[in-house]
């Protein structure tokens, strides 16, 4: 079973940046898009940005304009450019791929990322 493996998180200070990557422990085929959700402490979780393999991007009201998301098809790997980072932006943030192969997705573990005002 192939696994997403996110790195990039931490902590940091309001206005920093910080970018999440999201790579699969195998190859995944056919991919139709990715995408970014976090959760807030004692929050849903909820959609921060979507790609899909064509590279149409979509995203939530509160982070356009900071947030942009991409893809390195050769690498398999999808990022999340976080910048002008808000303390409200705290959360743990899941990558998510849907691929024709397993339309339900895979998800990752999900990293935590921490702004401090």
């Known amino acids: 079973q192939v696994e997403l493996v996110e790195s990039g998180g931490g902590d940091v200070q309001a206005g920093g940046s910080l970018r999440l990557s999201c790579t699969p422990s195998?190859?995944?085929?056919?991919?139709?898009?990715t995408a970014w959700y976090r959760q807030p402490p004692g929050k849903q979780r909820e959609l921060v940005a979507r790609i899909t393999h064509s590279g149409s991007t979509n995203y939530a009201d509160s982070v356009k304009g900071r947030f942009t998301i991409s893809r390195d098809n050769a690498k398999d790997t999808a990022y999340l450019q976080m910048n002008s980072l808000k303390p409200e932006d705290t959360a743990v943030y899941s990558c998510?791929?849907?691929?024709?192969?397993?339309?339900?997705?895979?998800w990752g573990q999900g990293i935590q990322v921490t702004v401090s005002s």
């Open positions: 998510h791929v849907v691929a024709s192969t397993n339309f339900a997705g895979y």
């Open positions: 195998g190859r995944i085929w056919n991919i139709i898009d």
